[in-house]
């Protein structure tokens, strides 16, 4: 009897793993040998899923031509464009195009850190904010400027050097009526600009 089976397909590129029990498979007998047909929820994911190493993005949307894997990711996508954000805080309203960017959100509110920097324990609210201060500590500097070279940790501090070269200042003081490459909050005028 084939009732109550596990089975696990293993992704060997990525080596991810996908669960099913026998309900989701369809064994046709040829002789004293099962062979499992993928049903086709499964072999849905599995197509989803092998998305990840070949690039395709069937998926495009139709005001900025930025293809996707997944048409889901296509809908929140499109949120951008459309300006709907159906999720909403209820502490303080703020609108966000999908659960997920709520969810870190919300952090604020709450105070949970729960990504911990194991040199420092600090804590953050994202994973990609973790990544970002351990380059402190590993002196990582992924991004590198065209024009000289010089290496930087995050992508924004790359695209504020970049405006030395460019001559661009996209800030302006309201107090001075003085223009800035860089914003940096702060109590003082002295403090917010540099």
Known sequence: MLTNLVFVFICVRAGSAFVRTSAFLQPVVRGQVYIFEISPPLASKLTRHQRIHTGDKPYTCTVCSQGFAQASNLKIHQRIHTGEKPYSCKVCSKGFINSSKLKIHQR????????????????????????????????????????CSKGFAQASSLKNHQRMHTGEK?????????????????????????
């Open 170 to 194: 996209p800030y302006t003081c309201s107090l001075f009526s003085r223009i800035f490459t860089s914003f940096i909050s702060g109590d003082s005028p002295e403090n917010t600009y540099r």
């Open 108 to 147: 604020i509110h709450t105070g949970e850190k729960p990504f911990t920097c194991k040199v420092r324990y600090k804590g953050f609210t994202t994973v990609s904010n973790l990544k970002i201060h351990q380059r402190l500590h590993t002196g990582e500097k992924p991004y590198t400027c065209k024009v």
